[in-house]
């Protein structure tokens, strides 16, 4: 049942008694929990937010609606870390409760100074006429974990822009302080912003990054800028980006254009084309950090807006990604699962098959939670590939054409159908490396996370099969294939 606006737009001490604990109730109960995964308790979690490594620990703060599954007015949750793995609920962190976020603390980001974490956030507001008031916002939180809101330290939207205004990522470079912020442009075309500052606290708009998109969708959400190898990064999230052949297959995109480090002085950005950071069904909103060693780290959304999921029925939707550590590697963005998720292995089971023109289901490999590396080689055969969570009628189907050149992700079969109007495959280029194919997979209760090549393409997406599908099928068409698969049985995280 949707809700109302009213009912979408209440806090937590305005819900009836007992109202969220019945929802969490509800949620405890939902067959498609995630075992390693970051999660809400209950209600719907979506951006990652004010992700960073302070005090000793790695903090990750995420959207969070406790009441509903749909998108109402929304917290920061907080959840904390020492590796990356095992991640500790630490409660609210920001609430809407100050007049200047009174319908929501929209997403933002987090930096250290002076041994406090200054969080930037959007603050939502509406007036009686449901007119939009952003306000860029700023709350600290100490070594103890407490945390206190300053004033607003941007108040209007500049000119030019529209009130979708929001989103700041904060960065240090030298003595100043800079964020970009996610715009739209008064002719309703996606952009994004600069800001200047000495202090986190009086800002000084510097102007628009000047990209080669001047008419790039029609907004550009959480914007993040970096840079890696000597070279400048910008990630975004565009809407309004019409399909083109397996591009954009998504309802929103999230992408990245790489170039030469970005022009603090003028905004200018001289970059490549824009390229999608993930190329499956549910991703969306990444941000980045940087680990004190020198990792630049991302975590995404794992879900999209605007798509009903199978657990909204259920008191919960969402959860984020697992954390990728990024390079650049022969001019390529690379994205690759951290290592500390190898803490999480178990058991471990190998097997070395070679297929010709049939589907081997592998009977010493089976499972709903785990990690496996499938490594095809001697190629020749013209379609190849794996088959997981196989059950009754029931199966996501990973598959490769070397003629194409093109690998596909379908989860037609996968069990509870979602967002069938964007369609139930995703495809990608991807060329083989030295005539071999690899796949590193996470599979979860509802996802799979699919690393290719070494990281060089990435597919993750939601699936919602029966507790019983668990089988493993390796595959060959026309030809044979030699298959060496490892799987690891993953250990869930500690219940927090």
């Excluded at 809407?239 to 200018?268: H, R, V, W």
Aim: glycine share 8%.
């Amino acid at each position: 049942m949707k809700m109302s606006r009213t009912q979408l737009y209440r806090t937590l001490d305005q819900a009836d008694v007992g109202e969220w604990e019945a929802l969490k109730v509800l949620a405890d109960q939902s067959p498609w929990r995630q075992t390693f995964h970051i999660q809400p308790e209950a209600g719907l979690l979506n951006d990652p937010n004010g992700f960073c490594f302070f005090n000793g620990e790695y903090h990750l703060f995420y959207q969070w609606f406790p009441l509903g599954t749909q998108h109402g007015i929304k917290y920061w949750y907080h959840t904390s870390s020492t590796d990356l793995v095992h991640w500790r609920n630490q409660g609210i962190g920001i609430a809407p409760d100050t007049i200047y976020d009174s319908h929501g603390a929209y997403s933002g980001s987090a930096i250290e100074k002076d041994n406090l974490l200054y969080l930037m956030y959007t603050g939502n507001t509406r007036n009686k006429d449901w007119k939009r008031y952003p306000f860029q916002c700023i709350a600290v939180m100490n070594t103890q974990g407490h945390i206190s809101k300053l004033p607003p330290v941007i108040e209007h939207v500049p000119d030019g822009y529209s009130d979708h205004f929001r989103d700041p990522k904060v960065w240090q470079d030298g003595e100043y302080y800079y964020c970009v912020i996610g715009a739209q442009r008064i002719n309703h075309t996606g952009c994004a912003v600069m800001y200047r500052s000495p202090d986190l606290q009086t800002w000084t708009f510097q102007g628009e990054l000047q990209t080669f998109l001047p008419s790039f969708g029609y907004m550009w959400e959480c914007p993040d800028y970096f840079e890696l190898n000597q070279q400048g990064i910008l990630l975004f999230s565009p809407q309004g980006i019409e399909p083109f052949a397996d591009s954009f297959q998504n309802i929103y995109q999230s992408g990245y254009m790489i170039g030469t480090p970005l022009d603090l002085n003028t905004c200018e950005f001289d970059h490549g084309d824009f390229c999608e950071l993930d190329h499956g069904f549910d991703f969306y909103a990444p941000q980045t950090t940087l680990a004190p060693d020198g990792r630049r780290l991302l975590v995404g959304w794992l879900g999209m807006p605007e798509i009903d999921y199978p657990t909204d029925h259920q008191g919960w939707a969402h959860c984020l990604t697992l954390p990728r550590e990024l390079t650049i590697e022969q001019g390529e963005l690379r994205q690759r699962p951290v290592q500390e998720l190898t803490q999480l292995r178990g058991q471990r089971y190998h097997v070395n098959h070679t297929v010709d023109n049939q589907h081997h289901l592998l009977s010493s490999m089976q499972g709903v939670q785990y990690e496996m590396l499938v490594q095809i080689s001697d190629i020749q055969a013209t379609r190849i590939g794996i088959e997981l969570r196989v059950g009754n009628n029931e199966k996501t189907v990973l598959y490769y054409q070397p003629e194409l050149e093109k690998l596909t992700l379908d989860r037609s079969l996968s069990g509870q159908p979602l967002a069938l109007e964007y369609g139930t495959t995703r495809s990608c280029s991807l060329s083989l490396d030295e005539g071999t194919v690899t796949l590193h997979l996470f599979v979860d209760t509802s996802s799979i996370e699919i690393f290719a090549n070494d990281g060089r393409k990435v597919l993750t997406a939601r699936i919602f099969p029966q507790p019983d599908s668990t089988g493993i099928s390796l595959f060959a068409e026309d030809g044979s294939a030699c298959f060496d698969v490892t799987q690891w049985d993953l250990l869930a995280k500690e219940e927090q």
